[in-house]
């Protein structure tokens, strides 16, 4: 065996038992949740058992850790990603009178995506069907709009989220006035 898996099995008893404890998860919680008996789970965080790929993999899920980051060295620092309000990419031309500005990473596309939307009065975002199974949240910070998808139609305040299907036609019209909002989109 080489020194550094000899160091990777050293360290992987106490980070699993520092990601379980960190959650405040019993042996009991980690075993039902990863498959993996409570006598195995806490062999391995003694270090009186080598994990599997598998177990460990079982155990990882579980737990919701980096896989790769229990079996790395040294904790990278924390970081701190800072976009600046100018750096901010945006759409001008979807919609009338609808700027839309994309505050998700770029590799979240698809997945989870974050926009503001700025919206004149009278404006409109009209929205053909995303993928099958796209949901959309809105939270209206300020002023109000006319919300609909598929043949629903609600009117939505500032303050008030609406959370609708995204996987048929949808439309977010302002009404009384400009609107600032948040849209999450799910599964795009």
Not at 3 to 30: E, F, H
Request: aromatic share 2%; hydrophobic share 40%.
């Amino acid at each position: 065996m080489t020194d550094n898996s000899d160091a990777i099995l050293t360290r992987l008893p106490a980070r699993l038992k520092s990601a379980r404890t960190g959650q405040g998860l019993s042996l009991d919680a980690v075993a039902k949740l990863s498959g993996v008996s409570r006598s195995m789970v806490s062999q391995i965080e003694r270090g009186e058992s080598s994990p599997t790929i598998a177990t460990l993999w079982n155990l990882t899920r579980a737990l919701q850790v980096d896989f790769a980051g229990l079996l790395e060295g040294a904790k990278a620092p924390t970081q701190i990603e800072v976009l600046r309000a100018t750096d901010v990419p945006t759409i001008n031309n979807l919609g009338s009178g609808c700027r839309i500005r994309i505050l998700s990473p770029p590799e979240e596309a698809g997945k989870h995506e974050v926009y503001e939307l700025l919206i004149d009065d009278g404006g409109v975002l009209d929205s053909q069907p995303h993928t099958r199974g796209a949901r959309e949240h809105l939270t209206v910070l300020e002023g109000s709009v006319e919300l609909c998808s598929a043949d629903a139609t609600s009117t939505v305040h500032a303050g008030d989220t609406a959370r609708y299907a995204a996987d048929v036609h949808h439309r977010i019209a302002a009404v009384s006035g400009a609107v600032r909002a948040f849209l999450v989109v799910q599964n795009a």
